[in-house]
């Protein structure tokens, strides 16, 4: 691929209205030119926890086909970069509804713009579901974490949830314990691997419409993610089938003031048909834009 056909990457970070928060994707508006390997090595070289490609567009319908990838692999659904490419879209080409066509199916979005100018971007998942995990499954994340039972919630049971990608869904006693996470990088990535799951999605509920959240992503190459649409999708479900939502249906989610990265997911989970709708601004990330090449290049 020549210099003069590489895609330009862009960077936004979702779930903030600023760049110093939230979590950081790479959008690349135009890969119709790049093969997996190609978006593979790209996202590598982005070095965030997950990166978009736009692969076919039809921008008069403003529909669009998207790949996402970690520095590690192909990754089926990935909310944060989601709403970041979504928000460039409606930079780009206005605000209004936009359709993705995604690995896990289609994605319906709502993108508005407030006076102030910035652009708020909502997700509709796909249908979600919840089930109890197994004692085993619970047994080895919480070696893995290092930590015992008695560092969970008894009112919130362990659940691997679905909201595009499954999570394991931890709910611990205290934001104390939350705030102390330090867990066996190799040793989850191997249990993440052996059952499919994506993140782990671990929480503290600090009241039914807030709760704060923690997500390792050692599968992805990345320690941790600031903020996770699709687990917030995931956590949404789950709440839904433990009954344990507000009135409303809807909560907030705190992520990434662990990290220094503060980032605000709102959550609706009210809706009839089990879906989920994810909502959060995205910014550019000043000076942050590049080049790369694909495969040949």
């Given at each position: 691929?020549?210099?003069?056909?590489?895609?330009?990457?862009?960077?936004?970070?979702?779930?903030?209205?600023?760049?110093?928060?939230?979590?950081?994707?790479?959008?690349?508006?135009?890969?119709?030119?790049?093969?997996?390997?190609?978006?593979?090595?790209?996202?590598?070289?982005?070095?965030?926890s997950e990166t978009a490609f736009i692969t076919a567009a039809d921008q008069a319908a403003r529909r669009f086909r998207l790949r996402y990838f970690s520095p590690l692999a192909e990754v089926a659904f990935c909310g944060h970069a989601t709403v970041a490419t979504a928000v460039a879209l409606a930079e780009r080409i206005g605000p209004g509804p936009?359709?993705?066509?995604?690995?896990?199916?289609?994605?319906?979005?709502?993108?508005?713009?407030?006076?102030?100018?910035?652009?708020?971007?909502?997700?509709?998942?796909?249908?979600?579901?919840?089930?109890?995990?197994?004692?085993?499954?619970?047994?080895?994340?919480?070696?893995?974490?290092?930590?015992?039972?008695?560092?969970?919630?008894?009112?919130?049971?362990?659940?691997?949830?679905?909201?595009?990608?499954?999570?394991?869904?931890?709910?611990?006693?205290?934001?104390?314990?939350?705030?102390?996470?330090?867990?066996?990088?190799?040793?989850?990535?191997?249990?993440?691997?052996?059952?499919?799951?994506?993140?782990?999605?671990?929480?503290?509920?600090?009241?039914?419409?807030?709760?704060?959240?923690?997500?390792?992503?050692?599968?992805?190459?990345?320690?941790?993610?600031?903020?996770?649409?699709?687990?917030?999708?995931?956590?949404?479900?789950?709440?839904?089938?433990?009954?344990?939502?507000?009135?409303?249906?809807?909560?907030?989610?705190?992520?990434?003031?662990?990290?220094?990265?503060?980032?605000?997911?709102?959550?609706?989970?009210?809706?009839?048909?089990?879906?989920?709708?994810?909502?959060?601004?995205?910014?550019?990330?000043?000076?942050?834009?590049?080049?790369?090449?694909?495969?040949?290049?």
């Amino acid at each position: 691929m020549s210099p003069q056909t590489r895609p330009e990457i862009l960077r936004y970070t979702a779930f903030s209205t600023d760049a110093a928060g939230g979590n950081p994707a790479g959008v690349v508006l135009d890969a119709t030119a790049l093969d997996a390997a190609a978006m593979l090595a790209t996202a590598a070289e982005v070095g965030y926890s997950e990166t978009a490609f736009i692969t076919a567009a039809d921008q008069a319908a403003r529909r669009f086909r998207l790949r996402y990838f970690s520095p590690l692999a192909e990754v089926a659904f990935c909310g944060h970069a989601t709403v970041a490419t979504a928000v460039a879209l409606a930079e780009r080409i206005g605000p209004g509804p936009l359709v993705f066509d995604t690995p896990v199916g289609e994605i319906a979005l709502d993108t508005s713009t407030a006076p102030a100018g910035s652009v708020t971007a909502t997700l509709t998942s796909v249908p979600t579901r919840s089930r109890p995990a197994s004692e085993a499954e619970v047994h080895a994340s919480l070696t893995a974490l290092r930590w015992s039972s008695e560092d969970l919630d008894p009112a919130l049971p362990p659940h691997v949830a679905f909201g595009g990608n499954e999570h394991l869904v931890l709910a611990v006693a205290t934001r104390e314990r939350l705030a102390a996470l330090d867990y066996d990088f190799d040793a989850l990535a191997d249990v993440m691997h052996r059952h499919g799951w994506t993140t782990l999605q671990l929480v503290w509920r600090e009241t039914r419409e807030l709760f704060h959240a923690r997500d390792p992503f050692p599968i992805g190459g990345v320690v941790e993610d600031p903020a996770t649409g699709a687990a917030a999708a995931a956590l949404g479900g789950y709440l839904r089938a433990v009954a344990a939502l507000p009135p409303s249906g809807a909560f907030t989610i705190r992520q990434g003031e662990d990290l220094g990265r503060p980032s605000l997911l709102r959550v609706d989970a009210s809706t009839a048909d089990g879906r989920v709708r994810v909502s959060g601004q995205a910014v550019a990330i000043a000076g942050a834009s590049a080049s790369t090449g694909g495969a040949g290049a």
